[in-house]
C-alpha cells in the first residue's frame, strides 16, 4: 500500500515461495534454490518466520529485512553480515525419529541364532 512517500508492507513476514515456484520461474533445480534461500538467510537479508510442510498447502514464510520493506534499520541483519553471520538459522532436515530404538545397533547383524 503506497501512501505517497510512506510505504506500509502488509505482508512481509508473510512472503513465500517454493521450490517449485522458483524452479517454474528460473528454469534451475532444486539444489539452486535451496543455495540460494541459504545464502540470503546466512547474509541476514531475509529471516524464516514460519517453516511450513506439516500438511498439504503449508509453505515456508520469509520475512524481508530490507528498511525499504518497513524493517527499521537495527533491524537490517545485512549491514552486520562480514562479521556476524545467521548461518545456524538456516533449517535443516529433521532427524529420523521413526524406529530409532529399533535401528541395528552397531556390531548387530539381524540374524537369527
Not at 520461474?25 to 545464502?39: D, L
Not at 524481508?64 to 537495527?74: D, I, Q, T
Not at 529399533?102 to 556390531?107: E, I, S
Amino acid at each position: 500500500v503506497k501512501d505517497g512517500v510512506n510505504k506500509a508492507w502488509t505482508n512481509n513476514g508473510e512472503v513465500s515461495c517454493t521450490e517449485k515456484e522458483f524452479k517454474k520461474i528460473n528454469g534451475s533445480c532444486s539444489s539452486t534454490y535451496i543455495k540460494a534461500r541459504n545464502q540470503l538467510i546466512k547474509v541476514g537479508f531475509i529471516k524464516q518466520t514460519h517453516r511450513g510442510g506439516t500438511h498439504r498447502g503449508d509453505r515456508a514464510k520469509y520475512e524481508v529485512l530490507v528498511s525499504a520493506n518497513g524493517v527499521s534499520a537495527s533491524n537490517e541483519r545485512w549491514r552486520d553480515y562480514p562479521n556476524k553471520n545467521w548461518e545456524q538459522e538456516i533449517p535443516r532436515q529433521k532427524k529420523q525419529l521413526v524406529g530409532v530404538k529399533t535401528q541395528w545397533k552397531n556390531g548387530e547383524c539381524g540374524r537369527k541364532s
